[in-house]
């Protein structure tokens, strides 16, 4: 087996995918990507009995040293191929697993998860790509939009999901938060909407939001680069919705500020409450700091090191 050969098994799910490569990028690995298909609750235990209800086509050798997997669904296959191959792969899982702890040599999951146990590394987000060093070698690049040149505001809207619903009431209250922004402030406002926005959530924003700063970003936009976006902003406004987009902004060392979007889950609560302790994010209420965070989230850098610790005869 190649030493840095590296297999992301994946779930389809963008947001779980790009920490899985985040996670291999930083490791050095050289990874390729196995996607899986989606299983009902049924078939994914099942397959603990009968292997061949998840492995895939796409899954034969040569196997490679690392498997890194990240949510529920992945978890069976890197499960059935840990078994196969014992010490002969490292497996490393992102998020709580739905399967025994143990299964796994290596878990990474967020605080909010309450996941405990030997092998267990906690973050306080998502794993991104976002670092200091990354925004510094982004800022070399030299073509970049003349936009992103300008005094900007990113805002980063997710949409309905399980655990979240956004009301009418909501959309006017950050609509009225937003034009607050707009009035108050000579930036540029780059509205990023996600696949989950709807196109009743963003029609809305487009046409309440009357203001001439305001510049709509569709999510199949390729004008500018959403990464990119980040590192050049001055302030990020991100929806409460999504782990891995506020992740990603408490990520830029920027002020941060959320607009609250009610939620079923407690998880979500204590996620949000963890990082208002640690004072990288305030809720939006239309008025704004330039003021950056003394900290950022740094969870990469720190998990690549304690795995390196842990597994060193793999990354040596």
């Not at 990474?108 to 070698?137: E, F, M, R, W």
């Not at 996620?271 to 809720?283: D, T």
């Amino acid at each position: 087996m190649d030493r840095k050969s590296c297999w992301i098994i994946s779930d389809n799910l963008i947001g779980h995918e790009n920490q899985s490569i985040s996670l291999a990028a930083k490791l050095q690995l050289r990874y390729k990507i196995k996607k899986t298909r989606k299983k009902n609750f049924f078939k994914r235990n099942l397959s603990i009995l009968f292997p061949s209800i998840l492995i895939n086509k796409n899954i034969y050798p040569p196997y490679p040293k690392v498997i890194i997997s990240c949510g529920k669904n992945t978890a069976y296959t890197s499960y059935l191929l840990k078994k196969k191959l014992k010490n002969k792969i490292l497996s490393i899982f992102i998020q709580k697993p739905p399967i025994n702890l143990k299964n796994f040599d290596i878990v990474i999951a967020p605080k909010h998860d309450k996941c405990i146990g030997k092998n267990v590394i906690t973050t306080n987000g998502a794993l991104t790509k976002i670092s200091q060093n990354y925004i510094k070698k982004i800022k070399k690049i030299k073509k970049i939009p003349t936009i992103l040149k300008k005094k900007i505001i990113v805002v980063l809207f997710g949409g309905n999901s399980r655990h979240h619903k956004i009301t009418s009431n909501i959309l006017k209250e950050i609509t009225d938060k937003l034009m607050i922004t707009s009035t108050k402030y000579n930036y540029k406002i780059l509205i990023f909407f996600s696949r989950r926005t709807g196109k009743y959530n963003e029609n809305y924003l487009r046409t309440n939001l009357i203001h001439k700063n305001f510049i709509f970003i569709s999510p199949k936009s390729k004008k500018i680069n959403y990464l990119q976006a980040l590192c050049w902003a001055k302030i990020i406004i991100v929806s409460s919705d999504s782990v891995s987009m506020v992740s990603d902004a408490c990520s830029t060392g920027k002020p941060v500020y959320i607009i609250n979007i009610p939620s079923k889950s407690k998880k979500f609560g204590l996620f949000i409450k963890n990082l208002i302790n640690l004072k990288l994010i305030k809720f939006f209420n239309g008025t704004i700091s330039l003021k950056n965070n003394k900290n950022a989230l740094n969870d990469i850098e720190t998990i690549v090191e304690e795995i390196k610790k842990k597994k060193f005869l793999f990354f040596k």
